[in-house]
């Protein structure tokens, strides 16, 4: 292999596909980036056999070939080349690649290509669907929060993200026994056929910082076997494993509109504010904090209030406006599951819907999204 590409965007390429590098493994080539050239480009590709990450970088390929390469020694080196022309050259017979850019030649030892696990590609299978770039990183950053952690719960298809498709809408879910999250979105065209497929919530979270930024929609297709699903943008393709299981028939859990007792409806930024604050002193008293509605008497408006008790340093009480329907309400909540809820939420206001102490409280957007963040409630002391 012998090629030229310019050192900017080599080191795109390389950070992209080291985010698929293994840390540590057994196999000492899942240490190592892949670099092999692709129709007139060089592909750089890094694989942990979770996810695989495949860039393409723009380049002038004299000769073609393929080697792998540790993949950190490699990224340093590029991040400290001047932003100039990068030579690469591959011995085959030696296995080792030199890098050459101004007064800098280094020489690296690799491993043979073959060695390397392969990753299917989206020309080898028919796109399922295709999802706006922007709209996909917008709604992982939403769901992938409430998906359980590894080790808070040994269930793997709790600690994924489902993706259903059918029609022209694609809804996404993730549910970990305390919090549920979902988000359904509008397609810009149908999808081939109906589908529904669980993704680990981290390979869901590095495909959001992987394809977030690209122009054009994200193609997405399946394996035949249905064990692997490929995004696929213009210069960059994620592959990542579908976790086998059936997800929790999430939409049982959340409670009919028609039995809220009370509906808040609050400012977004005042509720996080208050919250930020309260944090301070729930954090010592078990991450509770109490809410409780109040309606207004005609004169007044209705209000929200946060309090946070702990012994050992004090209390804390904020004070919200909010347009409250129903019932007065009471509700304790883990401070930071309320925290990631609001977060999630970028309208001006938000509704907190709530029946009993003992039920969920379900967050929705106010004018924006088709989403919906349920939490379940704490015992309140």
Excluded: W
């Amino acid at each position: 292999m012998r090629l030229a590409c310019l050192q900017e965007n080599l080191k795109r390429g390389l950070a992209l596909a080291g985010h698929a590098v293994a840390g540590r493994s057994s196999l000492p080539v899942l240490a190592n980036i892949l670099l092999a050239t692709e129709s007139g480009r060089l592909k750089l590709a890094g694989n942990n056999l979770e996810i695989g990450i495949t860039a393409l970088v723009g380049a002038k390929v004299e000769e073609d070939g393929a080697i792998t390469i540790p993949a950190k020694l490699l990224s340093d080196l590029v991040g400290n080349l001047p932003n100039d022309t990068v030579e690469l050259e591959v011995d085959p017979r030696t296995q080792t690649l030199t890098v050459t850019c101004r007064g800098t030649k280094a020489n690296i030892k690799g491993i043979d290509a073959d060695e390397f696990p392969a990753m299917p590609a989206l020309g080898d299978e028919p796109v399922l669907a295709y999802i706006p770039a922007e709209l996909l990183r917008k709604v992982v950053g939403q769901v992938v929060v409430a998906a359980a952690a590894e080790n808070t719960n040994p269930n793997p298809i709790l600690q994924g993200v489902l993706i259903r498709l059918s029609g022209t809408q694609a809804t996404f879910a993730a549910i970990d026994g305390y919090r549920l999250a979902v988000r359904t979105i509008e397609l810009p065209e149908p999808v081939a056929h109906d589908a529904e497929l669980v993704i680990p919530s981290k390979a869901m979270a590095e495909l959001g910082r992987t394809l977030g930024d690209s122009e054009n929609p994200i193609a997405m297709s399946i394996t035949p076997n249905g064990g692997q699903v490929i995004f696929h943008s213009d210069t960059v393709d994620f592959v990542s494993r579908v976790i086998d299981g059936k997800f929790p028939d999430y939409e049982r859990f959340v409670p009919p509109a028609s039995n809220n007792a009370t509906r808040s409806v609050i400012s977004t930024a005042e509720f996080s504010r208050a919250v930020k604050r309260i944090a301070l002193f729930s954090q010592a008293a078990g991450n509770i904090v109490t809410l409780t509605m109040e309606r207004g008497d005609g004169s007044e408006p209705g209000r929200l209030l946060l309090n946070a008790n702990a012994a050992e340093i004090g209390e804390s009480v904020e004070a919200i406006s909010a347009l409250i329907n129903g019932d007065d309400g009471k509700l304790a909540l883990n401070v930071r599951y309320l925290q990631e809820a609001l977060g999630a939420i970028d309208t001006d206001q938000v509704a907190l819907e709530t029946q009993t102490p003992n039920s969920p409280g379900v967050f929705r957007p106010i004018g924006g999204d088709e989403y919906l963040h349920l939490v379940m409630p704490m015992r309140i002391p």
